[in-house]
């Protein structure tokens, strides 16, 4: 548990970093803007293999059990997640309307997850998430733009086109696939 709890720390925090504009514009300073990418990659990659094994490793401690339709209710939730994943590379109306279809995804994704896990692990992963995904969206309306943060026109129709289908494909695929491969855990029995 502690390894989880380093790694959510060392992953959210670095992420949190732009919302501190002194603080990052300082490490610009010292550190210019390619060694600042790099710190903030390197510690990226650290915080999550770290949160990563260690949710993988944590021991299973039940706080409560959610009923049988949460889970139903996550699958469903998770559609729009990985569309609005996807909208976030392919600027479309969907972005337009969402304006930041990542944050959006991530707070649909850990709200999902919420609901279907009962355990404690889980719920200081996604309970971690959801936080920042909804701190870093309050505090996006504070922020003087960069091109970290920009703020295109409604870009294309086909965009969002791309953004459903891909969605779904990676939604499916990650449903049947990839999650019982990656996380151990089969979503929908086959």
Do not use: C
């Not at 490793?57 to 996550?74: E, F, S």
């Not at 920042?132 to 870009?155: F, M, N, S, W």
């Amino acid at each position: 548990m502690l390894l989880l709890i380093v790694g959510i720390i060392v992953f959210l925090g670095i992420h949190l970093l732009p919302t501190l504009t002194r603080s990052r514009e300082g490490l610009i300073e010292k550190f210019g803007e390619n060694g600042y990418k790099a710190f903030f990659s390197v510690a990226s990659i650290l915080g999550f293999i770290l949160l990563v094994y260690g949710f993988a490793t944590a021991p299973i401690i039940p706080i409560w059990t959610p009923p049988v339709w949460m889970r139903h209710l996550a699958m469903l939730l998770m559609l729009p997640a990985f569309i609005f994943l996807v909208a976030a590379y392919f600027p479309g109306r969907i972005k337009a309307v969402v304006k930041h279809p990542m944050l959006t995804a991530i707070k649909t994704w850990a709200l999902a997850h919420l609901l279907a896990n009962g355990d404690l692990a889980g719920i200081i992963l996604f309970g971690s998430f959801l936080a920042y995904a909804v701190y870093d969206r309050i505090a996006l309306k504070h922020r003087q733009p960069t091109e970290l943060i920009e703020t295109p026109g409604p870009g294309s129709p086909r965009n969002d086109i791309i953004a459903v289908v891909l969605g779904i494909v990676f939604y499916v695929v990650f449903l049947l696939w990839l999650h019982p491969l990656l996380i151990g855990k089969v979503v929908v029995p086959m």
